[in-house]
């Protein structure tokens, strides 16, 4: 869903002092969200504007609309308004007042777990839920999500860093999914599955790993699509060396790992 307020702005075939003709108005929107104050006003050539937030100027919002976004929970509950003036005077619009509601859950996991220790040699399975924020409303409004180009999952951006933040580069490989888009509802989702071989884990460095999944739809232009940006909460990863001797639960453990990996 993307939540705006598609106003046009007025011809301004008016002379006289700035009237705001349509003016901005309380709406709801999704975390993560983008999302566009716009307003119509009239009067004498040019018009200006300047945009409040909580009766503060906005620095370079001067333009008869405002992006808000992605939304964040801090923006809930902030007052918008605007200012339009020229040479003739000046009018202040309504203030409007922005509700954020839950977004997009972005769920991760590496080999079912938030929390990994992953021994060199193993593969590795990341997956990626994506949930309607209102999943146990029978009657939520379906949310599509689509990509830029090709599957919907390229709006899927994965990151991995290091212990000191630094960025890494891991070979993933994408499960052969081809669907454009996803529609997410009360009772379906999204999932998305990417992994590294045993042979590509074995290459990895030891050490102290973070990987994060963003959904990054902020370019999309089909219509009806959710355009935004969300991140999950980080998956921990510690990689390190296979012990020599692996006692029962460590067996156990690998065994169904490489069978759920024989499985992609």
Do not use: C
């Amino acid at each position: 869903m993307l939540a705006g307020l598609l106003l046009s702005l007025g011809a301004g075939a008016a002379e006289g002092p700035p009237v705001i003709t349509v003016q901005p108005t309380d709406s709801a929107v999704r975390e993560g969200e983008l999302f566009t104050w716009r307003i119509s006003a009239d009067g004498s050539q040019p018009l200006t504007f300047q945009w409040l937030r909580d009766g503060a100027a906005i620095a370079d919002a001067t333009s008869d609309s405002y992006l808000v976004g992605p939304v964040l929970p801090d923006d809930d509950s902030a007052e918008f308004s605007v200012i339009v003036s020229n040479a003739l005077g000046e009018t202040t619009s309504s203030n409007a007042v922005l509700t954020v509601e839950p977004g997009i859950i972005v769920a991760a996991s590496a080999n079912q777990s938030k929390d990994l220790v992953l021994y060199r040699g193993w593969p590795l399975m990341f997956k990626v839920a994506l949930i309607h924020p209102d999943a146990f409303d029978s009657n939520a409004a379906p949310i599509l999500i689509s990509g830029t180009n090709g599957p919907w999952f390229n709006a899927l951006q994965i990151d991995v860093r290091d212990a000191q933040d630094q960025p890494q580069t891991w070979p993933f490989s994408p499960a052969p999914f081809t669907n454009e888009t996803v529609q997410l509802s009360s009772d379906s989702g999204g999932r998305m599955l990417w992994w590294l071989t045993p042979e590509e884990t074995a290459q990895l460095p030891t050490g102290a790993f973070a990987i994060t999944a963003t959904l990054n739809t902020t370019n999309v232009t089909r219509p009806g699509a959710w355009k935004g940006l969300l991140a999950g909460v980080p998956v921990s990863l510690s990689i390190t060396n296979e012990p020599a001797i692996l006692d029962a639960a460590q067996t156990e453990q690998k065994g169904r790992l490489f069978a759920d990996y024989a499985l992609l």
